[in-house]
């Protein structure tokens, strides 16, 4: 074979020819390079609609998910095929160890795990991006995670975040790290693997080219199956997306997506510090010593195959242990259905072209239900701010439920709309004591206070 | 998965109907998904008509000058007319600007040249309306005089009202849009 890049990239991914359940086993090779080819692709569909702004992110992920033709279909494809790839390689992994192939092909190996690294890093970047409280909570985690490291920590939380708090800057930050610097460090990777480095040879073996067409052949068996899967599974369940952030309602509860369930239940037994330590310095430095396992002059398989087996029986069992947690609550199991159920509607309702300017005669992007029209006082002056149905609108508070708070008693609102800088709210909200009747300030205020 | 077992290497197994399916199925494994994600992405980024353009639809008029002001011009009044435009999942305000023509009952011109859509400017000294760009020309009324422009400036519906002269949102926000080329291809 002629020494071309071609030959070498060949001749580094032929490994020995093997029969049977392990020439299948090998297949996860494939499955890897599809699920990597297709997030790569749905990737870039998704940045041609995607603003990393705090103001637009969630109305541009919307707009995706309701009105770009098969939109919803490549975001979904985008987030399970995430979720699948950790499984992919965890498992490429083991038949790795299982069939020895490290030894010989010990820079194919450290490649998987740092590929299994970047993926999951890519993944903890990606769920904030479509800023709705999933997404919101996700960033809020990873910031307090990172945080928690010693004597770094509040430095690194201030690179994190692009500030002191999480912004809209943090949003272009986690951007630019899922869409652009991760990517590349995974290109490189691959890069490096096929191209850069050469495995070691046996002199002896001679490559197989029928074994290597009849085992192409599984391979493309195998991924057109995981594909057609993935394909009938993101057209039946969309990826979920919530309302904004800003109009989650109190009692939400985050839940994170899959492939962090194992570290979201980890984390309620560790207290900061220990757990920021485990997630950014033990974690990494576990998949540095697994990469760095075949070239350890022992080269040591069993202990290998017994460190990657018992983490992916550690974070299976962490896995059924947060679903058991959920289910067994019937408080939490009802909460999680109700957010649930928010989404859906959500999801169902048309979309809203985001506007630049506060207009009220739009309807809100969010449903809510009122027990009575408004008045007509409150439509004509508060509206503007506090939403058509007193749901709030980006900083202006939203009104409902405000009444089981103290001091919000019908004569307290009169008072508030009257002098709202002697409540000490924002000098945002003007005074409305001449611009509305006493009789109009009344029936606006009785009407807030049946808003739920 | 017995059926799986490949053949040992050295044995012939099977012959060549056996050997060409083996060829052929990542080629068409290949070829079917890469054809999926293909159609896929010619329908995620098929450009948005439908949904940019004046939001709300066209028939909205909008104010574009005070009656008494235009009744007392001399000259060609400049004005915006701000037009809400909707572009996929936001909508914005632009302004889009108009030529008052006077003593000529609220009749109003695009500033838009036909030519390239640059923003033609009054020449008070030598009545007439010039484009900074390529130098066409055209007079009070709007009409060609010069230059590479074919036609003249644009009309724009109008009509008074409560003691407004208002303008078709859609005729502004679209002659902004248009040049000569786009006309044509319309018209071929």
């Known amino acids: 074979?002629?020494?071309?890049?071609?030959?070498?990239?060949?001749?580094?991914?032929?490994?020995e020819p093997s029969a049977g359940l392990a020439a299948w086993a090998r297949t996860t090779a494939g499955v890897v390079c599809l699920?990597?080819?297709?997030?790569?692709?749905?990737?870039?569909?998704?940045?041609?609609?995607?603003?990393?702004?705090?103001?637009?992110?969630?109305?541009?992920?919307?707009?995706v998910e309701k009105v770009v033709g098969g939109g919803?279909?490549?975001?979904?494809?985008?987030?399970?095929?995430?979720?699948?790839?950790?499984?992919?390689?965890?498992?490429?992994?083991?038949?790795?160890?299982?069939?020895?192939?490290?030894?010989?092909?010990?820079?194919?190996?450290?490649?998987?795990?740092?590929?299994?690294?970047?993926?999951?890093?890519?993944?903890?970047?990606?769920?904030?991006?479509?800023w709705d409280a999933r997404a919101f909570y996700s960033t809020?985690?990873?910031?307090?995670?990172?945080?928690?490291?010693?004597?770094?920590?509040?430095?690194?939380?201030a690179w994190l975040l692009g500030g002191a708090e999480v912004s809209t800057l943090t949003l272009s930050r986690f951007y630019a790290l899922h869409a652009v610097?991760?990517?590349?460090?995974?290109?490189?990777?691959?890069?490096?693997?096929?191209?850069?480095?050469?495995?070691?040879?046996?002199?002896?073996?001679?490559?197989?080219?029928a074994w290597a067409r009849a085992q192409l052949a599984r391979n493309s068996v195998v991924v057109a199956l995981v594909f057609a899967a993935l394909a009938c599974y993101a057209w039946g369940s969309p990826a979920p997306?919530?309302?904004?952030?800003?109009?989650?309602p109190p009692g939400y509860l985050p839940r994170p997506g899959a492939q962090f369930l194992w570290l979201f239940q980890l984390l309620k037994y560790l207290p900061k510090p220990a757990a920021s330590a485990l997630v950014l310095l033990g974690l990494p430095l576990l998949l540095l010593a697994l990469a760095l396992l075949p070239f350890t002059a022992?080269?040591?398989?069993?202990?290998?195959?017994?460190?990657?087996?018992?983490?992916?029986?550690?974070?299976?069992?962490?896995?059924?242990?947060?679903?058991?947690?959920?289910?067994?609550?019937?408080?939490?199991?009802?909460?999680?259905?109700?957010?649930?159920?928010?989404?859906?509607?959500?999801?169902?309702?048309?979309?809203?072209?985001?506007?630049?300017?506060?207009?009220?005669?739009?309807?809100?992007?969010?449903?809510?239900?009122?027990?009575?029209?408004?008045?007509?006082?409150?439509?004509?002056?508060?509206?503007?701010?506090h939403g058509p149905r007193g749901e709030g609108k980006s900083i202006y508070p939203d009104l409902r439920g405000i009444s089981a708070r103290p001091g919000r008693t019908v004569e307290d609102l009169i008072s508030i709309i009257n002098d709202p800088a002697g409540h000490g709210l924002e000098a945002r909200m003007p005074s409305f004591a001449r611009k509305l009747t006493e009789d109009e300030k009344r029936a606006v205020a009785e009407w807030i206070v049946t808003l739920k | 998965?017995?059926?799986?077992?490949?053949?040992?290497?050295?044995?012939?197994?099977?012959?060549?109907?056996?050997?060409?399916?083996?060829?052929?199925?990542?080629?068409?494994?290949?070829?079917?998904?890469?054809?999926?994600?293909?159609?896929?992405?010619?329908?995620?980024?098929?450009?948005?008509?439908?949904?940019?353009?004046?939001?709300?639809?066209?028939?909205?008029?909008?104010?574009?000058?005070?009656?008494?002001?235009?009744?007392?011009?001399?000259?060609?009044?400049?004005?915006?007319?701000?037009?809400?435009?909707?572009?996929?999942?936001?909508?914005?305000?632009?302004?889009?600007a108009v030529y008052v023509l006077p003593g000529q009952g609220g009749r109003v011109v695009s500033a838009v040249c036909p030519h390239e859509g640059c923003e033609v400017v009054w020449e008070e000294g030598r009545g007439q309306f010039l484009c900074p760009c390529h130098d066409s020309s055209f007079d009070a009324d709007g009409a060609r005089l010069s230059g590479p422009a074919r036609a003249g400036l644009a009309e724009i519906p109008s009509r008074v009202s409560g003691g407004r002269l208002e303008v078709r949102a859609d005729a502004v926000a679209s002659l902004s849009e248009q040049s000569e080329t786009e006309e044509r291809r319309k018209g071929s």
């Open chain 1, 1 to 15: 074979m002629r020494r071309t890049a071609l030959g070498l990239v060949f001749e580094n991914l032929v490994d």
């Open chain 1, 35 to 63: 699920l990597l080819a297709l997030q790569m692709l749905t990737g870039v569909l998704l940045a041609f609609y995607y603003v990393p702004s705090a103001e637009s992110a969630h109305a541009t992920v919307a707009y």
């Open chain 1, 72 to 130: 919803s279909w490549v975001r979904a494809l985008h987030l399970y095929a995430s979720q699948l790839l950790p499984l992919a390689l965890a498992l490429h992994l083991l038949q790795m160890l299982w069939r020895g192939s490290h030894r010989r092909k010990p820079f194919g190996w450290a490649a998987s795990v740092l590929l299994l690294g970047l993926v999951m890093a890519n993944a903890g970047t990606g769920y904030s991006l479509p």
């Open chain 1, 140 to 157: 809020r985690v990873a910031e307090n995670v990172v945080a928690g490291l010693p004597l770094l920590g509040e430095g690194a939380r």
């Open chain 1, 181 to 209: 610097v991760v990517p590349a460090l995974l290109t490189a990777v691959v890069v490096a693997r096929l191209l850069l480095f050469r495995e070691p040879r046996n002199e002896d073996s001679v490559l197989d080219v």
């Open chain 1, 241 to 248: 997306l919530g309302p904004p952030h800003e109009s989650a």
């Open chain 1, 298 to 385: 022992a080269r040591r398989r069993k202990l290998g195959l017994a460190l990657v087996g018992s983490l992916l029986l550690l974070v299976a069992a962490l896995t059924g242990v947060a679903h058991f947690e959920d289910s067994r609550d019937p408080r939490v199991k009802e909460q999680l259905a109700r957010q649930a159920a928010r989404e859906d509607e959500f999801r169902n309702s048309p979309f809203v072209p985001k506007s630049s300017r506060a207009d009220a005669s739009k309807p809100d992007a969010t449903p809510v239900e009122s027990v009575e029209a408004p008045p007509e006082a409150y439509q004509r002056n508060c509206a503007k701010c």
């Open chain 2, 1 to 96: 998965m017995s059926d799986a077992t490949p053949p040992a290497p050295s044995a012939p197994a099977g012959g060549l109907p056996r050997r060409k399916i083996l060829r052929w199925i990542p080629a068409a494994v290949f070829a079917s998904i890469g054809a999926t994600m293909l159609a896929t992405a010619y329908r995620f980024l098929r450009p948005r008509a439908g949904e940019v353009g004046v939001a709300g639809g066209g028939g909205a008029w909008v104010a574009a000058a005070d009656l008494n002001e235009v009744g007392r011009a001399a000259t060609p009044l400049r004005r915006e007319v701000v037009v809400e435009h909707r572009a996929g999942w936001a909508t914005a305000p632009r302004a889009h």
